[in-house]
């Protein structure tokens, strides 16, 4: 296991709500980086959190919106649901942003 | 913005029987990740090769760099059930962005 923990495990929510997803980065790892991956796919990279700032960004629309706290767990929040946000969310942790990432267990949200 | 191809896209194998997997950069590789998935779990951090020419093992999986070629391939030998998963390419393009290729879906037959 890598320490990365990641609640909840499962979603189900409907198109237009938002949701909030959590990650608990492993011990010592100061940057958190959010993935979405739908099925069949590799992952997809939303951004990166670097010591509570957004440290890079992927092709996502403002409505995907993140945080890290002073102990550097992070928060992932999307806003207005679209069917094609149903994927599996994973977060992953690092020492700093250029170093491996470990990744958690993922959150699988479904958007009906 | 950087793509990562893998190829196979699937790859179903007897047990015992060796497999190459190929991962291929659209642009100059910095850094070149091996995750291993099992499917709808999160990632296993295998290898990262950083330099061209590198090569390493764990167990019974080689992976190798070949910067000029911007290429990168997995190696299992005598494969076995425990192999079986998605295997995941990744880069960095420095920009602080990290990419992931579309995935190598591996089957081992016992």
């Known amino acids: 296991e890598t320490g990365v923990t990641q609640s909840p495990t499962h979603l189900i929510k409907t198109r237009g709500q938002q949701v909030t997803l959590r990650c608990s980065s492993q011990s010592g790892h100061n940057t958190v980086s959010w993935y979405q991956q739908a099925l069949g796919q590799g992952p997809q990279f939303i951004f990166q959190?670097?010591?509570?700032?957004?440290?890079g960004r992927g092709n996502f629309p403002p409505r995907f919106s993140g945080l890290q706290f002073p102990n550097y767990s992070s928060e992932l929040n999307v806003n207005a649901l679209e069917l094609d946000d149903s994927a599996l969310y994973l977060c992953?942790?690092?020492?700093?942003?250029?170093?491996?990432?470990?990744f958690g267990p993922g959150t699988r949200l479904l958007v009906l | 913005s950087q793509e990562l191809e893998q190829s196979p896209q699937s790859l179903i194998v007897q047990e015992g029987k060796n497999l190459t997997i190929n991962c291929t950069s659209s642009?100059?590789?910095?850094?070149l990740y091996w995750y291993k998935q099992k499917y709808g779990e999160g990632l296993i951090f295998l290898m990262m090769l950083q330099k061209g020419g590198e090569e390493k093992s764990h167990e019974k999986i080689t992976a190798k760099l070949d910067e000029k070629k911007q290429q990168s391939s997995l190696h299992i030998t005598a494969s076995q059930p425990s192999h079986a998963g998605i295997y995941l390419c990744?880069?960095?393009?420095?920009?602080?962005?990290?990419?992931f290729g579309t995935g190598t879906s591996l089957t081992v037959i016992p």
């Open positions: 642009k100059t590789l910095y850094g």
């Open positions: 992953a942790s690092s020492w700093r942003a250029v170093e491996t990432q470990y």
């Open positions: 990744g880069a960095d393009n420095t920009g602080n962005q990290f990419y």
């Open positions: 959190y670097y010591r509570e700032e957004e440290n």
